[in-house]
């Protein structure tokens, strides 16, 4: 195959490396945020969340992903049967062990006054905290989210242990392709995982720049 016919075969990869890389990241956002808020505002349990970023943080991306595929597909074949679920699922876990991170550190940022001021006006504290505390939450944490975002596309390229054909797992197909090119392959690979991470990082920080410039934060 020529340099042509290898780009356009892992450029086909790529529509599955962004579909699982969002939705992971989407899984990340929804467990991440109030497991951060849970870990700052409500300390007796705040060991859970700390159990669930150490476990998910210290274990490598590739055991999780063969522990959920191998071990519990033939148990619940659905959905831990379905690859694709489980590729999502798992990274998803490991960005919202991240994410709850990052979020964190955006409430320290934000501070415990924005609580104040809505429990002052009547909201309750988890009201003050949906209404005024998530929106600047999210303003500062854009810049960690990106960096996130960009990890999330690299962790895709795991998922072809469990047999999806996501863009590494194309260029590693062609190894065993005549001529057996080893070297262009991954080149056309690391190109295309730059052209998807930078851009996305680099918008999302220009935003929340923008953002926080135009709330005075």
Not at 32 to 55: C, S, T
């Amino acid at each position: 195959m020529d340099v042509w016919q290898q780009l356009i075969f892992i450029v086909e990869g790529v529509p599955l490396t962004l579909s699982i890389s969002i939705l992971s990241f989407l899984i990340g956002i929804a467990l991440g945020l109030p497991l951060a808020f849970i870990r700052v505002y409500e300390k007796e349990v705040g060991f859970i969340v700390d159990a669930y970023e150490k476990i998910f943080r210290g274990i490598p991306e590739i055991v999780l992903l063969l522990l959920f595929y191998f071990g519990l597909g033939p148990f619940f074949p659905i959905p831990f049967g379905n690859a694709f679920f489980v590729a999502a699922f798992v990274l998803g876990l490991r960005s919202g062990a991240n994410q709850s991170q990052i979020y964190r550190g955006a409430i320290r940022g934000v501070g415990d006054e924005q609580i104040l001021a809505g429990t002052s006006i009547g909201l309750s504290k988890w009201r003050s905290i949906w209404h005024i505390m998530i929106p600047q939450v999210l303003n500062f944490s854009t810049p960690g989210l990106g960096s996130e975002y960009a990890l999330l596309i690299k962790d895709s390229a795991y998922v072809y242990v469990i047999g999806l054909a996501e863009l590494m797992t194309r260029a590693i197909q062609l190894k065993s392709i005549p001529p057996g090119d080893v070297v262009t392959p991954f080149v056309i690979a690391a190109a295309l995982y730059v052209a998807l991470t930078f851009p996305i990082a680099f918008w999302l920080d220009r935003w929340g720049n923008k953002r926080k410039k135009k709330l005075g934060l």
